[in-house]
């Protein structure tokens, strides 16, 4: 039997692309989650808030929905500052963060469903950008623009957000933060500033990451419950805190999806994928890029 | 924040339905459960609509027996273990005095223990073949599949397959993880047994699924002749998306989709269904065979376009009605809510229904399946006008309602 | 009061609860009921781990779904009677708190939270996959027609079953509370680091718990194909058992045994309520808001509350 070449070939083509995806809707958690320890399962719920919003945009002035995310980020940025703010002064002043501040989030994401179904309805809803249907062929190997365009400004996005985070000030405060956070109030920082700020802008990619989402795929209100595990699979499995993990972690959850699914059985891909990381956290807890 | 008010005004009615019975005679309380939120909420609110406008149109004539109709109805979030308190309610504390089902199999399977405790008469709403491991005789289903609901169900797409000429050898087979795929799927086995077709692939994908085209290039690396698919609205528009993408060489594709028959999913994809071979309960092309049901559509269009449900309403809302036709019928044919009655008379009686004439066969299945098998053309660009007009699709099987043939292979007839 | 003494009133209890079921005018209490003492049962098993040794479980459901499809397949397979499957489902149930316990319990808290949700999706996929319990199809659980005791509906069995089941796991959770297991899972809570130095053997105690807590879980699952008569995975593995498992002893507190006991009854039995009366979205809000209420102001549930006012009224 031949070597099947154009179909693996395929199969690492698409397994990017979509690590890509995941990538974009796995940073946000990769900060509040890694670098803060916030346990903000309510992730999801604010990508698909981010879904609806560049829906509604993009339908009625018809501009491209994610240059319509990209555009609306600093609202999604106030939002997540506001949401930090009282989950600051509720849970994490009085020292008891995690399991109250997990069961916290849960509450803000059926709110957000519940807000969704009601003004939008349980409709299905889906954005075509001007390329959803044109596909560039390269030989045997296909490059769906439904995919790439949202692969190209995701990487441009997380690669963004890791140069932010390594090059400037209040980015290597936040890094600061994630080690080593009473030293620095030590050091006479104010770290309220510093984690809103953070936060604020994971909640900024889940809104961007929602665009995405929109575009690749329709959207009903209660689809983020489905991508909670995966957003915190591809954190934990590039390890935490670090952006450069979370970009691989998303790869290697890709491209396990599309290998199964091509090669072995789609029914099977959440199983390797989830398999991966038991068998990470079994072996080398810290993730892939752990410290 | 249309919804909002429209959310809030639909509870007011809900409630003046509930609270102040108009006439001095009690109201006539059919109580259900339906999937009001949750995955299949689309299609729950869409029955909801039909049946609303139902108790509206009965109360408008007088109701039945000189009593109002009033619905009684709870959220079953698309879980199945609500279902069995929600019934419970239904018939102890509400005491209503008929009981109907949601939609779909999750969600009447679970009830059937308590209708066969009560000995209730109950109608199913699109359950697949959930009455053959209870063997109910007063279970009856609303879904023209016919009396072996997961073949009927794929019957016309392998019918219209094998009338192909030169016959087509190999198949395969996808779907979803999920209830209704699989159970579609084990008929589609049923129909390569029968066909003697060879299947080069069987599997299936998890529902949420992103990108399929992974899958859809493994379908293709096994050069299939026919490719039948069951899924859901989401996976539907992911899979017939990747075909597009990936060009799909095939001679007939589609077969057990649901979702290319709502509105939303229509207007998205557009041109991308060209080609597809799939299920409807109705075509505008063969509207002339139900005669009643232009005016209904009417009616329930202008409440789906409030209320954010599919806009058309081809698929589920005429049989959610036709099956309160068929308990209205049945209840004045007997002259009381008699349930042993009722069943009787609904195992031996045919009725005449917005859905076409309705009979009944083994097991409360429909004793002759009418699934359209249809092939889209013709469509060009996104809008939703297009599809209120004849033109779009061709009718294949079954006979009495077949408007043209099939058009192969697939990847000609997409354009 | 002694451990045994606890047990005695708690069966007593439980007994005069199913002798008083003739009483209940209708069937709906005991179908709403089954379904807040199944939250009863979770809630409590998951407070062993949870909030005992201070590790959170977020597959709950995983658990669960091991009961529920444990009774399917002996259902298939050798249709045994009702007292077999439960403990079958509980000891399954149990068996894989155990292995995943031991391999995940040597990680970080947190770690053992991303552990136990990788656990439930590979656990989803399996049972999707496993054709004899009939997969993605769902499979068919007939309520048996002849009843003992002279019982006329199955529903009624049912709830026997599980009030019997919830004493069962109340007494569990007490005796492991007051129990030296008990202190040394509040000594791994407060400071595992600690604890360790101090000579508490802090892994066998966990992996103890986790296989108490995951034994429970499943127990509450045993019934379950039998309440709704169609099992199929979705509904098996619902994520209303993980968010309602760690909320309910949140509500309700997480110190003692009768935090998630009240949890439970508090926000089942409102869940129950606005199900069949406020029906709709608003149903989903009000549990969200509840939630986000209850974490903010009583940091330390109800149970909370209660032990500050005895303080402030010393």
């Not at chain 1, 995941?22 to 604010?46: E, K, R, T």
């Not at chain 3, 008990?182 to 718990?209: M, Q």
Request: charged letters at 15%; aromatic letters at 12%.
């Amino acid at each position: 039997m031949e070597f099947p070449t154009a179909l693996v070939l395929n199969a690492i083509i698409a397994g990017l692309l979509l690590g890509g995806f995941y990538a974009a809707m796995s940073v946000g958690i990769s900060i509040s989650f890694g670098m803060l320890d916030v346990v903000n399962i309510a992730h999801p719920g604010f990508i698909i808030l981010g879904s609806y919003i560049a829906y509604i945009v993009s339908d009625r002035l018809g501009i491209d929905p994610i240059a319509v995310s990209l555009a609306l980020s600093p609202l999604f940025f106030l939002l997540g500052m506001a949401i930090y703010r009282i989950y600051y002064l509720c849970f994490e002043k009085r020292g008891q963060e995690s399991l109250r501040g997990l069961a916290f989030f849960f509450g803000i994401l059926f709110i957000t469903e519940v807000a969704l179904v009601l003004v939008f309805g349980v409709d299905y809803r889906s954005v075509r950008g001007a390329y959803s249907e044109t596909t560039w062929r390269l030989g045997p190997m296909d490059f769906p623009m439904r995919l790439v365009v949202p692969f190209l400004v995701s990487i441009a996005m997380v690669v963004g957000i890791e140069l932010f985070l390594a090059r400037t000030f209040f980015g290597r405060a936040v890094l600061a933060v994630a080690q080593d956070s009473l030293a620095l109030r030590l050091m006479g920082v104010d770290t309220l500033r510093v984690k809103e700020f953070a936060f604020a802008l994971s909640i900024a990619t889940a809104g961007v990451a929602g665009a995405f989402l929109i575009v690749i795929q329709p959207v009903q209100p209660a689809i983020g419950r489905e991508y909670i595990g995966l957003v915190f699979a591809v954190c934990v499995l590039g390890g935490m805190g670090s952006i450069r993990g979370t970009l691989v972690g998303a790869f290697v959850l890709g491209l396990a999806e599309s290998f199964t699914s091509t090669f072995a059985g789609p029914s099977w891909a959440p199983a390797v994928s989830f398999g991966l990381l038991l068998a990470a956290l079994a072996f080398k807890p810290s993730g892939l890029f752990g410290r | 924040m249309k919804r909002l008010v429209a959310s809030f005004s639909g509870a007011l009615v809900a409630l003046s339905l509930l609270a102040a019975p108009v006439l001095a005679q009690q109201p006539l309380k059919i109580g259900f459960g339906m999937s009001l939120t949750g995955p299949l909420a689309g299609n729950g609110k869409a029955a909801l609509i039909s049946m609303q406008i139902w108790a509206e149109d009965v109360n408008a004539k007088g109701g039945i027996l000189g009593r109002k109709v009033e619905l009684v109805y709870y959220d079953d979030q698309t879980n199945p273990s609500t279902v069995p308190s929600i019934y419970s309610k239904l018939l102890d504390v509400d005491k209503v005095d008929l009981v109907v089902s949601g939609y779909g199999t999750n969600v009447i399977a679970p009830a059937m223990p308590i209708m066969m405790q009560r000995s209730m008469t109950f109608m199913g709403l699109f359950g697949l073949n959930v009455n053959s491991k209870f063997d109910y005789d007063r279970y009856f289903q609303i879904m023209p599949s016919g009396p072996e609901p997961a073949i009927g169900w794929t019957q016309g797409f392998f019918d219209t397959a094998m009338g192909l000429n030169p016959k087509p050898a190999t198949v395969a087979l996808v779907g979803a993880d999920a209830e209704y795929p699989a159970l579609a799927l084990q008929g589609a086995r049923e129909q390569v047994k029968r066909t003697g077709l060879k299947v080069v692939y069987d599997k299936t994908y998890p529902p949420n699924t992103v990108d399929f085209s992974p899958i859809v290039r493994a379908i293709q690396a096994t050069n299939p002749d026919l490719v039948y698919v069951a899924s859901y609205p989401p996976d539907s528009a992911g899979m017939i998306r990747a075909a597009n993408e990936i060009g799909l060489k095939t001679r007939m594709f589609g077969g057990g989709m649901v979702g290319p028959q709502f509105a939303a999913l229509k207007a998205q994809l557009g041109p991308l269904l060209n080609g597809l071979v799939n299920y409807e309960t109705f075509a505008p092309d063969v509207a002339d065979k139900f005669p009643s049901l232009e005016q209904f559509l009417a009616k329930y269009q202008a409440r789906a376009a409030k209320e954010g449900v599919d806009a058309l309403g081809f698929y589920l809302p005429p049989f959610a009605y036709a099956m309160m036709e068929v308990l209205e019928q049945a209840i004045k044919a007997v002259g009381s809510l008699d349930q042993a009655k009722l069943a009787d008379y609904m195992h031996k009686n045919e009725f005449n229904t917005y859905v076409g004439k309705v009979r009944f066969g083994k097991n409360g299945e429909w004793a002759q399946g009418r699934m359209l098998a249809v092939q889209y053309k013709g469509i060009t660009g996104n809008d939703l006008e297009q599809w209120r007009k004849p033109g779009h699709v061709t009718v294949l099987t079954p006979a009495p309602y077949k408007t043209g043939n099939v058009a192969t292979p697939y990847q000609d007839s997409r354009k | 009061m002694s451990h045994s003494r606890f047990a005695l009133v708690a069966f007593a209890v439980a007994g005069a609860i199913i002798a008083a079921s003739p009483l209940v005018p209708n069937d709906y209490y005991f179908s709403a009921a089954y379904t807040v003492l199944q939250f009863v049962i979770l809630a409590t098993a998951w407070n062993i781990l949870g909030g005992y040794a201070g590790y959170v479980n977020f597959g709950s459901a995983a658990f669960f779904a091991v009961g529920a499809y444990s009774s399917v397949f002996l259902y298939k397979w050798a249709h045994p009677p009702l007292i077999v499957m439960i403990v079958s489902g509980t000891v399954a149930a149990g068996l894989l708190g155990l292995a995943v316990g031991y391999l995940t319990l040597r990680m970080r808290g947190v770690f053992f939270a991303i552990a136990t949700l990788a656990l439930a999706v590979v656990l989803y996929t399996f049972v999707v996959n496993w054709d004899y319990v009939g997969g993605a199809r769902g499979a068919y659980i007939l309520q048996p027609r002849d009843l003992p005791f002279g019982l006329t509906r199955y529903i009624h069995v049912l709830y026997a079953a599980m009030v019997l089941m919830t004493a069962f796991a109340l007494v569990i959770a007490r005796t492991i509370e007051t129990s030296a297991i008990g202190r040394g899972l509040a000594a791994i809570r407060d400071d595992e680091l600690a604890a360790e130095c101090a000579g508490v053997p802090t892994l066998r105690l966990k992996v103890l718990a986790a296989s108490v807590s995951g034994a429970l879980m499943g127990m509450a699952g045993t019934t379950f194909p039998y309440y709704l008569s169609y099992v199929e995975p979705s509904a098996a593995f619902n994520l209303s058992y993980a968010v309602n498992s760690i909320a309910m002893p949140l509500i309700g507190g997480m110190m003692s045994w009768i935090g998630p006991l009240l949890g439970a009854l508090l926000l089942g039995t409102v869940q129950q309520v606005v199900q069949v009366t406020v029906s709709s979205e608003w149903n989903l809000l009000i549990v969200g808001v509840l939630l986000v209420v209850f974490v903010t102001l009583a940091p330390n549930g109800i149970m909370g509350w209660v032990d500050a006012w005895k303080r402030r009224k010393k």
